[in-house]
């Protein structure tokens, strides 16, 4: 019976605050977003009705409009202000109102964080216990501009642009060309496949005197 008598009164509470709801009046709530020290327009700011799932954002030009009812209050928020709110009035007689909402700066602190170029203390250690106090930038100047030091480097530094071209241009000179000027491959009419020339192999130097020899390269019309 108790449950009964409670949820009865849940149900009538309800109705009571929905029909209260229902008799504010709608209205159409528009604005424009500003900062309070130069009047620009703040875009993308969120516009929000507190208790409720409504809301909208700011165009980029710091302009809203949504519906609202009377004594709504509607914050306004927007990364790097101060969060403000607005109670819409009763008894307005216009279907809409318009507002101007100056926004003012807020400054965010943040904890201090110390960063360290070392992942743990153990290398920490290692590298204070790695250090050499008595040696001058001098010092370092001339290591790093040792010959082996600068033969290691240049040994591992990668080819500019012009070197690259320059390498790859010798590289397809030496493939497309023997001594003397003779390409390594010749393509005859009607063939896709590249035939390589045998003009400096001599075993086809010595097939090609045999058959002469033969006569096998004699005209066969005579």
Known sequence: MKKIIFISFLFLSV???????????LIQFSGLILTSDSNSPIPFSTIRIINSYWGTISNIEGFFSLVVREKDTVEFSSLGFKRRRFIVPDGIEQGGMSVLIAMITDTLT??????????????FKQAFLATE?????????????HPDKMRALSAAM?????????????????????SGGQTNYAQFPGMN???????????????FIKALKEGKFKRKDK
Not at 16 to 24: K, V
Not at 110 to 123: H, V
Not at 133 to 145: C, G, Q, R, S
């Open 110 to 123: 943040f904890d201090e964080t110390m960063i360290y170029p070392w992942p743990s203390r153990a290398k």
């Open 15 to 25: 109705l009571f605050a929905y029909g209260q709801d229902e008799d504010r009046k």
């Open 133 to 145: 106090p008595n040696k001058t930038y001098y010092d370092i100047a001339m290591e790093n501009l």
């Open 193 to 207: 496949t590249p035939i390589p020339l045998s003009l400096l192999d001599p075993q086809a130097w010595y097939k």
């Open 158 to 178: 990668r080819m500019d642009g012009s070197e690259s071209q320059h390498y790859y241009m010798n590289l397809m000179a030496v493939q497309a060309g023997y």
